[in-house]
């Protein structure tokens, strides 16, 4: 059997042959690995998004990145904007400092109700989040009602040195999920103290 070289033959072999690269690329590397100890549960991307398709009235989707973040890389929809860090003035190793949002827990309970709303967690690639499920846990919310979204928005960095994607976000994470999100700043769902100045 002859293979006919048309453009359309052309185009499906580097299709085959780019997402098989690709998938060499991430072989060993860990998806959604869990970054930390919290008494709350974790859930992929997806299975977050699911759920708040399921209960849109009590589950909510708390970013907490930074201000900045949420702004310039984008957020998901609807995802309500929390930080659990603020940039300083301060220039450190790694460009500006942060510091601690000592309200994190009020900011919290000032949106939403400890006893029926279910919160899920989000940050870059899922490390600031599990300090947030702890934090909240602290406010007042209960346990089985927390959530960390594995992956962040971001993802994780590929690993393999050997790949032209090394060092680069390209590896799990809500956006790469395909999973809905926006650049668009909505003022109900901006980190509300800002809005009160």
Not at 40 to 69: Q, W
Not at 164 to 179: A, M, T
Request: hydrophobic share 40%; glycine share 8%; proline share 6%.
């Amino acid at each position: 059997m002859k293979l006919k070289i048309t453009k359309q033959n052309i185009l499906i072999l580097t299709l085959i042959l780019a997402f098989a690269f690709v998938g060499l690329a991430f072989a060993e590397q860990e998806v959604y690995p869990i970054k930390g100890k919290h008494p709350g549960g974790d859930v992929t991307p997806l299975e977050a998004y699911n759920m708040l398709k399921k209960d849109p009235e009590h589950t909510f989707l708390i970013d907490v990145r930074t201000r900045f973040e949420y702004q310039d890389i984008g957020h998901p929809i609807g995802a309500y904007n929390i930080p659990l860090e603020f940039y300083t003035t301060e220039v450190g190793k790694k460009g500006y400092k942060r510091v601690l949002n000592k309200n994190f827990g009020n900011d919290l309970k000032d949106r939403f109700n400890p006893e029926t709303d279910i919160l899920l967690f989000l940050c870059r690639s899922a490390k600031r989040s599990v300090i947030a499920v702890n934090a909240a846990v602290d406010a007042g919310f209960k346990a089985d009602k927390v959530f960390n979204v594995l992956g962040g928005f971001e993802g994780d960095k590929v690993e393999n040195k050997k790949s032209p994607f090394y060092g680069k976000r390209f590896v799990g994470g809500w956006r790469l999920e395909g999973l809905p999100w926006t650049y668009k700043m909505e003022p109900d769902l901006m980190y509300q103290p800002d809005s009160k100045k």
